[in-house]
């Protein structure tokens, strides 16, 4: 949560910054701001509000500097408004910060009692004042960072500038993510990569612990201890046009409609058609060592949680290892049972996910072995585990995660695969079938994409509804879960998932006539019992919307609206029903004109816990 994004360089820092900020707004918009050095001078601007905001104030107010630094906000400490936001100032010091500053009373208390005084509510601004401490009595600037770095305890990533060595800018991390851009004389720094893309691919991620001093057109990389280190900077494949809404009219349908090809970009170089096998380049583990498991823990939150269950059916029904699935922020304060014969799977889209990441180091001190399904390259999570699974959706920037949803459930079914073929649980034929699905699921969810009129009548003709239930069973039910939690996320509209067989046992006391119940009621091995379920909602004068399979004539007669989606195998139907779900709540965000890319209250990057 919180964007930062840093500049040094021979260009004009304010635009270079602005537009970082912009790809960076998802993680949080409550206020932003900016300071360049300009000459030998610190010149900040701040608002509230959107980063739209902030572009007024400096196309009113323009800021000159060929350093710079910015910051978009998601408030933990202190309320949003211009005097919280960022850059913070103390002195000659000013800086931006990402994350949670956990003793940052203590430090408040010790610095007041040496004559400081606080104008924010904020734990950063005690960063500022550390740093400003340490240079009262003489230390230099890069020295008193250092120093003062030693003294947090919490999270943080940092881009910090100082009046006192205007040629200069300072970055550091720990817990946060950050990382840098290489440009020949010119750096950049983000918290994410899509903010440098436009200038950049090669880059190099700080680990916790480490921090650059740019200087002189160079960067030199350390310890926070001071120990010198060589960082080598990576090619980053992701494209600047992947980061940009390509004529949609918002990023959450851009990424929707993508999702037939981020498919294939996950399945892309994977699949072993003659073997009936798949190849996960970064998985590290052997057939001995998967066959070494009792037994697998998926961890993972919100959206990805989603997944997670979606995974447990699969691994399952294929590989018969019993599966355990947690939310991550519940997992380690329940002394999970995990050892050497766990494998632990971590799922979590940008890899940043505080949570999950706790989950992951606690699997780890316990002795399992963790591998991460991951969307977001070179993340904390993605770099702190012994495997990991790279989903290659391409950058996920609408808060609501839609592309890095069904690729994580793609993902699944590859390392279920792996894993049926390794432990020959499953055999050669049905991993064919398998893949031979996979290798139609793009084609099939371009089919489904043109549901995307039908679907908009559907959320005009429900518009006014003020709680909806959505139903599904096995490998359906967490796309109900999805489903509900789409549409409260970006709509606003109360929204619970069940599964349909669950209904009768509480839920049913909701329906009436102004209660929709969207029924995921493929023809499968459980249609008679969902179409029983449907018959319950509709005799109680429930308005159901059924997502069934194409031809299913018998549907209609009991639903007020119904979506077909093609045939296929139950495997993947569960992929296909999670796209008219998506369009479902974006058109009711549309229509009751929420903003679809940053719903109130929420950030893409949940790093706090
Ligand atoms: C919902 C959503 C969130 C995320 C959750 C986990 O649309 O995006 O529920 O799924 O915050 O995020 P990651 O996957 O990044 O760990």
Redesign the pocket.
Not at 347 to 350: A, F, L, R, W
């Given at each position: 949560m919180c964007g930062i994004v840093g500049y040094i360089g021979q260009q004009q820092a304010m635009p270079i910054i602005l537009d970082g900020l912009k790809s960076l707004e998802y993680r949080g918009y409550d206020s932003a701001g900016i300071c360049t050095m300009d000459k030998t001078r610190p010149d900040i601007r701040r608002s509230r509000g959107k980063l739209f905001n902030l572009s007024r104030l400096v196309e009113a107010l323009p800021l000159r500097g060929r350093i710079g630094i910015g910051h978009t906000r998601w408030a933990t400490h202190g309320k949003p408004s211009e005097t919280n936001a960022h850059p913070h100032q103390a002195g000659p010091v000013v800086l931006v910060h990402n994350g949670i500053i956990e003793n940052y009373l203590a430090l408040k208390s010790k610095l007041s009692g040496l004559g400081h005084t606080f104008k924010s509510e904020t734990d950063t601004e005690v960063i500022a004042h550390l740093i400003e401490q340490k240079m009262k009595s003489g230390t230099a600037f890069e020295q008193a960072v250092r120093d003062s770095l030693r003294e947090l305890k919490g999270a943080y990533a940092l881009s910090i500038v100082s009046e006192t060595d205007p040629d200069t800018l300072i970055a550091a991390k720990s817990g946060s993510p950050l990382v840098v851009g290489v440009g020949g004389k010119e750096f950049f720094v983000a918290s994410d990569i899509p903010a440098i893309l436009p200038h950049t691919r090669e880059m190099v991620f700080l680990e916790d612990g480490e921090m650059v001093v740019f200087k002189n057109g160079q960067a030199q990389f350390s310890t926070v201890a001071g120990v010198p280190l060589k960082k080598m900077p990576k090619h980053i494949d992701w494209s600047p046009l992947m980061a940009e809404k390509e004529g949609f009219r918002h990023f959450m349908l851009k990424e929707i409609f993508e999702q037939p090809r981020a498919v294939r970009d996950t399945l892309s170089g994977r699949i072993l058609e003659e073997e009936g096998d798949v190849y996960l380049e970064d998985l590290r583990l052997s057939d001995a060592g998967l066959r070494g498991f009792t037994r697998i823990c998926i961890v993972?939150?919100?959206?990805?949680w989603h997944s997670a269950l979606i995974g447990k059916f699969l691994l399952e029904e294929h590989c018969r290892i019993p599966v355990e699935v947690d939310i991550a922020s519940e997992f380690r304060y329940r002394n999970p049972v995990i050892g050497p014969e766990t494998l632990l799977i971590a799922?979590?889209?940008?890899g940043?996910?505080a949570d999950?990441l706790a989950a992951v180091r606690e699997a780890r001190t316990r002795g399992a072995r963790v591998v991460a399904i991951c969307n977001v390259i070179e993340s904390s999570i993605a770099r702190e585990v012994d495997g990991v699974i790279y989903t290659h959706a391409g950058p996920e920037i609408g808060?609501?995660?839609t592309k890095?949803f069904v690729t994580q459930i793609v993902a699944l079914l590859l390392f279920t695969i792996r894993m049926g073929r390794a432990t020959d649980s499953m055999s050669l034929i049905r991993s064919r079938e398998l893949l031979a699905d996979l290798l139609h699921l793009p084609g099939l969810m371009d089919q489904v994409l043109t549901l995307n009129e039908a679907v908009r009548d559907i959320a005009l003709h429900f518009i006014h509804a003020r709680d909806f239930l959505y139903l599904g069973r096995g490998i359906n039910y967490p796309i109900a879960l999805e489903g509900a939690?789409?549409l409260k996320?970006i709509s606003y509209i109360h929204a619970e998932g069940y599964p349909s067989g669950e209904m009768k046992h509480g839920p049913i006391a909701l329906i009436d006539d102004q209660m929709p119940v969207v029924v995921i009621a493929p023809l499968d091995r459980l249609y008679g019992k969902v179409e029983s379920n449907m018959q319950e909602v509709a005799a109680r004068g429930g308005r159901v919307i059924a997502l069934c399979t194409e031809g299913d004539r018998d549907i209609s007669d009991k639903a007020e609206a119904v979506l077909e989606i093609p045939d296929c195998s139950e495997h993947i139907a569960p992929l296909l029903f999670s796209i008219p779900l998506q369009l479902l709540a974006y058109h009711m965000s549309v229509l009751k004109g929420n903003d679809v890319d940053q719903p109130r209250n929420l950030a893409k990057?949940?790093t706090v816990e």
């Open positions: 993972a939150c919100g959206t990805s799922i979590s889209q940008s940043e996910t999950t808060v609501a995660s890095a939690l789409k996320e990057s949940v």
